[in-house]
């Protein structure tokens, strides 16, 4: 079953400005990941997280994680006409391997 | 390395005929998943592989798709017959159970339209 949830579902700013999205699941993981969508492609791995982090850095990516709230919150800094895109949080809480992707939330930045 | 391949990248038929969609995973990688995504549903697993071996196939929507990893470095998802409501892009992705992370690796899709 789907787990994680993002919030906002979809997000429309200017080339510069800073997008920040959240993601909210509901089991214990051992990992939560994102993943971008650009249209028509299929998912690439962004950024992954243990449970004993809290914050994590990727170039103009910075993942945090709160165990406690079971959220997640992906901020790109000074985004770029290219990061428009679909992001997908996504929870290992399946076990086996698999991930559980939550809905998506669309990003949309406007040169 | 390649990446995730899959074929074909679009495909085009008539209801009730049989569709093939094939897989190649990633070189020394143990998982494979095939989902499924449409604008109503998301992002769907359908099954997953692991060492070749059927894992979870609850995501199947029902008898009419079957998948099968015959080795390694290949797999199909069949769809006989096929519908309408079958349309869709259907993801194949792989990973690997060792090096700790679980990263999955996506293949580029086949976008499937069922007349």
């Known amino acids: 079953s789907q787990q994680g949830e993002e919030d906002p579902q979809a997000l429309s700013i200017q080339e510069g400005e800073n997008a920040t999205m959240n993601c909210s699941y509901k089991?214990?993981?051992?990992?939560l990941q994102w993943y971008r969508q650009n249209s028509g492609r299929g998912l690439v791995h962004l950024i992954l997280?243990?449970?004993?982090?809290r914050e994590k850095h990727s170039g103009r990516l910075r993942v945090t994680l709160d165990t406690s709230k079971k959220s997640s919150s992906l901020l790109i800094t000074a985004s770029r006409a290219a990061d428009t895109a679909s992001y997908f949080c996504?929870?290992?809480?399946?076990?086996?391997?698999?991930?559980?992707f939550g809905k998506g939330n669309q990003v949309v930045v406007i040169p | 390395d390649a990446g995730v391949i899959q074929s074909p990248r679009h495909e085009v038929t008539e209801m009730g005929q049989e569709v093939t969609l094939r897989c190649k995973p990633i070189?020394?990688?143990?998982?494979l998943f095939w989902y499924r995504q449409t604008m109503m549903r998301g992002l769907e697993l359908l099954i997953y592989?692991?060492?070749?071996?059927?894992?979870?196939d609850s995501g199947m929507p029902e008898d009419r798709f079957s998948a099968k990893m015959p080795n390694a470095s290949f797999s199909t998802l069949k769809i006989q017959p096929s519908e309408p409501r079958d349309s869709a892009v259907y993801f194949c992705?792989?990973?690997?159970?060792?090096?700790?992370?679980?990263?999955?690796?996506f293949g580029p899709g086949t976008r499937l339209t069922v007349l």
């Open positions: 997280i243990r449970s004993n982090e």
């Open positions: 996504a929870t290992d809480a399946g076990g086996n391997n698999r991930l559980a």
């Open positions: 070189s020394g990688h143990n998982s």
């Open positions: 992705a792989s990973s690997s159970t060792s090096g700790g992370g679980n990263e999955q690796f």
């Open positions: 592989f692991n060492n070749n071996v059927p894992i979870d």
């Open positions: 089991t214990s993981i051992n990992n």
